[in-house]
């Protein structure tokens, strides 16, 4: 069974940085989509980052140049450093997943089968 547990939210200051983790109990299959999804009140989800299993990335125009995605394979982790962060990036984030036995594109929009439970992040000014 898929279970994916996030970890390293918590509040910093506008200008700081965080890291959060992603623990992903096992792949389905060697084809996946991965991404770093967050909600903040009163706005809609955003996709801020999303990495395949050919190590392509995408990143939302709002956290380009700031945010970055990546993987440990042999640890079964994602991983989204946050640098410079603004006030606007407070929110809950969520790590995300689906499984292919195909290759496949990862585009924005893609429909995650597998969710964590979210951990969040405040950036105060």
């Known amino acids: 069974q898929v279970q ?5 939210g918590g509040s910093v200051q506008a200008g700081g940085s965080l890291k959060l983790s992603c623990a992903v109990s096992v792949f389905e299959y060697r084809n996946y989509c991965m991404a770093w999804v967050r909600q903040a009140p009163g706005k809609q989800r955003e996709e801020v980052a999303i990495i395949d ?3 392509s990335k995408t990143y939302a125009d709002s956290v380009k140049g700031r945010f970055t995605i990546s993987k440990d394979s042999a640890k079964n982790s994602l991983y989204l450093q946050m640098n410079s962060l603004r ?5 809950i984030y969520y790590c995300a997943a689906v499984f292919s036995l ?3 594109l990862c585009p924005p929009g893609t429909e995650y089968a ?12």
């Open 53 to 55: 299993s050919d190590e």
């Open 4 to 8: 994916l547990v996030e970890s390293g």
């Open 114 to 125: 597998y969710w964590g439970q979210g951990t969040q992040v405040t950036v105060s000014s």
């Open 102 to 104: 195909f290759r496949r």
């Open 87 to 91: 006030p606007e990036d407070t929110a």
